[in-house]
């Protein structure tokens, strides 16, 4: 039996499960390296598109003091309750402020799309250039709008309060325009009924020699292989990249 009901108009509830394959010690570990390695050793930390804050628990555990920031006040609270010792923000990341600068901002799991557009990306990176300390260091991971296979979805699957979770998330994009959409479809199954759940997020579509043209006049950009395991350059190839970009004296 299916239905098409939504499981939940708020996805905080579901959050933690839908990404519970995600290897986020992996993921902060090598953020944490790449502001060692390029930025100017200071400890405060940023977070965008922070959600229920499990990047921002590691990131504590190597002695920053961070911030979460967010769109979503559920999330936010979830992010609290796991992390009390950082601050959190409800501001939208294409145009916050900080009241004081800090030195690493981080946006994991391709959230710097949530841009939704050009103009508002544009926004975004200006944000956080004005938010960064001297020789601070933006990471983010991107998507190439002309690499996108829109029949690759990734899947997962789990078990929770006697129910089983089916995920499923899916790049798609026209082949022009700057919007690609994130599709995304949660299945339920208890006592063998099924709930469906779908929902598409639109998200700014870009190339990364485009992304490269808008980070340069603010940044000294380092684009990055896709890997967690080790830090080595793009293969100029790859569909997927880290991008490290480190604050210049003066924008271009």
């Not at 990047?55 to 999330?75: A, V």
């Not at 001297?134 to 190439?144: E, R, S, T």
């Not at 759940?197 to 043209?213: G, R, S, T």
């Not at 684009?223 to 100029?236: E, G, M, R, V």
Request: hydrophobic share 40%; charged share 15%.
């Amino acid at each position: 039996m299916m239905s098409s009901n939504a499981l939940y108009t708020d996805l905080s509830g579901y959050y933690d499960l839908m990404c519970c394959d995600i290897n986020y010690p992996a993921q902060s570990n090598t953020v944490h390296r790449l502001h060692q390695l390029l930025g100017n050793g200071g400890k405060a930390h940023l977070d965008l598109a922070c959600g229920t804050g499990p990047h921002i628990r590691h990131f504590i555990n190597y002695g920053y003091h961070s911030i979460g920031l967010d769109l979503n006040q559920p999330m936010l609270d979830l992010a609290k309750a796991r992390c009390p010792q950082a601050h959190f923000m409800l501001q939208n990341m294409c145009s916050f402020t900080l009241d004081k600068p800090v030195d690493l901002i981080s946006c994991f799991l391709y959230s710097i799309h949530y841009s939704a557009g050009i103009d508002q990306l544009k926004r975004c990176i200006a944000s956080v250039y004005a938010a960064l300390n001297a020789g601070g260091v933006f990471c983010f991971n991107a998507v190439d709008k002309d690499k996108i296979c829109n029949h690759s979805a990734v899947r997962h699957s789990t078990t929770h309060d006697n129910s089983h979770f089916e995920f499923e998330s899916l790049w798609h994009y026209s082949g022009s325009g700057e919007q690609q959409a994130l599709k995304l479809r949660i299945a339920k199954t208890s006592a063998g009924n099924t709930q469906l759940w779908q929902d598409e997020h639109p998200m700014v579509a870009i190339n990364f020699a485009e992304l490269q043209a808008l980070l340069l006049p603010y940044f000294e950009v380092h684009i990055l292989a896709h890997d967690y395991d080790k830090i080595s350059p793009w293969d100029n190839t790859s569909g997927n990249a880290l991008f490290a970009c480190v604050k210049r004296c003066f924008p271009a």
